[in-house]
Each structure stands twice: as C-alpha cells, then as structure tokens.
C-alpha cells in the first residue's frame, strides 16, 4: 500500500525519493484514486457479479495494507507512502503519551493533539502541490477540517460531495488542468460491513452503489484520465466474541486499551510495565491459536509496523499488542455495548483484512 500513491505521482512527474517506479506515464497527465473503504480483494473477488464496472477494470496483483489493516493506519501509509512506525499512525486509537492515559481516536481526533506534530511526515498531496500537481481530495464535507484529515492526508484542494453527483461534478473539476490527481474517497462499504456485516443485504446495496460511484466517474471524467481502485482494508464478520477481563487474563496487568476489537494495544499499569514477557505467557496460554501476542519489543523486532519505528511511535505503541485470527473478536469492557453491536471487524493480519484490490481503467 506505501507504494501506490508514490507511484501514481512518479507517473505524473514527481521523483520518488525512494526510487520506486511509475505505473508508466499517464498519456493525458490526469489520475484518479478511487479509495473504497472496506473492500477487500477476496469479497471483490467473491462478489463480482454486484460489482459489473469494477470487474471489467484492469486487474493487477492485490496490494497489501500496513497492521494494523484499518483505516486510520491504511490511508495514512497510503498518502504518505510510509509504513506505520515512520508515519506514527498505529491504529484506530492509541495512548497519547504522557497524557495520563488519554485515548485519542485517530478518526475523530483530539484537539489537544496537534496533527502535523502527531504525523510530520510529508504527505504527497503536499509533495505534489509544491511540484505543481494539481491536487484534489474530493470526500464527505465533514472530513475537510477534521484532525485526521489534517494529520495524513493535508495539502489537497478539498473538494466537498456528499452526493454522487457532486462527487462526479468534484471530481471532474478537479482534473481540468494537467498534470492532476484527485483522490476520491467513499466509506459506505465499510458502514454497512461494520453494521450488517460482509455479504448482508445492506451491504450489497452499499457494493452496488460503490460501483455505480466507478461507473459515473468513467462515463464523466476528461478523455485519457486513468481511474485507479484500490482500498483500505477487508472486513470478517465476528463469530467468536472475547470480553477482555471477563473470567479470562486479557486485562491482567492492563492499565488502558486501544486499538480495536481485531488489533488491541495494551498498555500495562506500573506495576506490570517491566514484566511484559510474563504478561504476555498469561494471555498466549489463554489463547492459544484464537490470536497471537506479542511484546512491544517483538512486534518492533518482526517489523511489524516496519522496518523504520521512531521514537514517536514507540511512545504510542502498546506494551503488548494482540491480534486476532480466524473470525474472533476482542471486546473492551469499557465499549462492550457498541463493539459487541457491530458484525464486521478489521484490524488484523488475515489474508480477507489485509489484502485489497488494485484495478485501473483508462478512459477512451
């Protein structure tokens, strides 16, 4: 996933610092991101027929997102062309630290918290305005001014739609001049997995009008304009649910929880932040094959957040980190009514989470 966005820009003129290659130069200096979130490759794959427009786009190999596969984490490794322990966004939430234990949610922020301090990496909407690119990130208005967005995904001209419509009317706009990007964005998959789960009524409606986003964007958008596909994660729907602490070892030592249900950060109380070995046999005994667990220093030392982890991300990573297999879920107590609610989860490292589609068509 770090590679996508810098190679589209390479095919637009930008250098990419880290040498990776362009998808080729685009005949008519125009590109378009469509970022579908919530789809995975194999539900793309098993639900085809839903999906007439999409499936006839130029399938290339599955990409594969960052850990944990969730959306905060994917979009900012995405346009940031970072892997998570450079750009620091691990996760839906994490501890802020020094702040006494404070949460912060990564999609609905903290002002508190600065965003460009909290991720400082250069974004290549920013890399590509300077280059004089025309950028566009065409999204919900109620993204434009939010924490995230000024975290992960700054620099774009924000083009507001919360219709299709508009969101066509946006897009095109958004690719008059040359060279362009434009960055689309639409997370109604992802509401209707979360809710109904994967294969549901709900969210076969929300597949279909996802493709019929595709659909409006290949009949309308400038002649020689490249549409890419891709996403942020898949989605399996729950079928075993853990409560963290009822009649089991989950919370021992555990003095706050982040994370989400398929891909926890666990920070131990003083009292057990030196002995996170030992915590961590009581959880794996518990377990066995339903989830693996690893200390901060295993996951940092498997590369699990990437090769790069700065100190910044240390700070925010859990002291144990917990990942879920199969389809099981972990449940923080403190968020039992609204996690236990949902049917779809992501997070984690499963082939169905972490495997998106990437697809391009060229209009003629």
Not at 38 to 53: D, F, N, R, V
Not at 127 to 149: D, L, Q
Not at 154 to 162: I, L, P, V
Not at 173 to 183: C, E, H, I, R, T
Request: proline share 4%; aromatic share 6%; net charge negative.
């Amino acid at each position: 996933m770090a590679d996508i966005a810098p190679s589209i820009f390479a095919s637009l003129g930008l250098p990419d610092s880290r040498g990776r290659n362009s998808f080729d130069s685009s005949p008519a200096g125009r590109e378009c991101l469509f970022i579908i979130d919530g789809l995975g490759a194999s539900a793309a794959k098993e639900y085809a027929e839903h999906i007439p427009t999409i499936r006839n786009f130029k399938q290339f190999a599955s990409a594969q997102t960052a850990f944990p596969s969730t959306t905060a984490t994917s979009l900012a490794t995405l346009m940031t062309g970072e892997l998570p322990g450079a750009h620091g966004m691990l996760g839906y939430t994490v501890r802020v630290p020094r702040s006494g234990g404070r949460i912060l949610n990564a999609l609905k922020w903290d002002e508190r918290v600065d965003p460009e301090v909290w991720q400082p990496v250069p974004t290549l909407f920013e890399r590509g305005n300077a280059a004089g690119i025309e950028v566009s990130h065409i999204a919900a208005n109620r993204y434009e001014k939010s924490g995230f967005t000024r975290a992960a995904l700054r620099g774009a001209h924000y083009r507001g739609a919360n219709e299709l419509s508009d969101l066509v009317k946006e897009t095109k706009n958004a690719l008059k001049k040359s060279p362009a990007f434009a960055y689309v964005y639409a997370n109604e998959l992802d509401v209707a997995g979360h809710s109904d789960g994967v294969g549901s009524a709900k969210w076969l409606a929300a597949l279909s009008y996802v493709d019929q986003i595709a659909a409006s964007l290949v009949a309308h958008l400038p002649k020689g304009t490249r549409i890419w596909i891709s996403a942020d994660h898949g989605m399996v729907n729950a079928q075993e649910k853990i409560i963290m602490g009822n009649g089991n070892p989950l919370l021992t030592g555990v003095s706050e929880v982040a994370g989400e249900t398929r891909a926890r950060h666990l920070y131990l109380s003083e009292s057990h932040v030196h002995e996170p070995d030992a915590v961590a046999h009581l959880m794996r005994d518990f377990l066995g094959d339903r989830g693996d667990v690893m200390t901060q220093a295993e996951a940092i030392e498997a590369g699990l957040f990437g090769a790069t982890v700065t100190q910044d991300a240390r700070d925010r990573m859990g002291d144990i980190i917990l990942i879920a297999r199969d389809s099981v879920v972990f449940i923080d107590k403190a968020r039992e009514k609204q996690e236990t609610s949902m049917i779809g989860h992501h997070g984690g490292l499963t082939e169905i989470e972490k495997l998106v589609p990437l697809a391009m068509h060229q209009i003629n």
